[in-house]
């Protein structure tokens, strides 16, 4: 028989991204276990951070299409942030406010 890895488990194993999906997708469905807001808002955590890596790293080059993808992938960061907004930290706010800010630049 098949299993879901939990939460958890993706992010152990260093996938925010499905660790954030998961436990969006719990708390959304009415968990109300702590454990799925505090895993919530680690993942999202490690996502920014990576946004950040990533994105200064493209905007930093001289090709326009870097410039493209540092926007969709900031883009793809906002999409999470107001899907998990209830869930999430206002520690977030204000950095995903300066990412809204560079998208419109």
Not at 14 to 40: C, I, M, P, Q, V
Request: charged content about 30%; some cysteine; aromatic content about 10%.
């Amino acid at each position: 028989m098949f299993s879901c890895a939990s939460p958890q488990k993706h992010f152990k194993n260093g996938n925010y991204e499905k660790a954030f999906t998961e436990s969006l997708k719990d708390l959304k469905g009415g968990k109300k276990d702590r454990k799925f807001k505090t895993l919530l808002n680690k993942s999202f955590n490690e996502l920014l951070k990576t946004n950040r890596t990533e994105t200064a790293s493209l905007l930093n080059s001289n090709h326009i299409e870097d410039w493209d993808l540092a926007y969709l992938k900031n883009e793809a960061l906002l999409e999470h942030y107001g899907n998990g907004r209830t869930f999430l930290d206002n520690s977030f706010d204000s950095t995903l406010g300066l990412i809204e800010t560079e998208n419109e630049e």
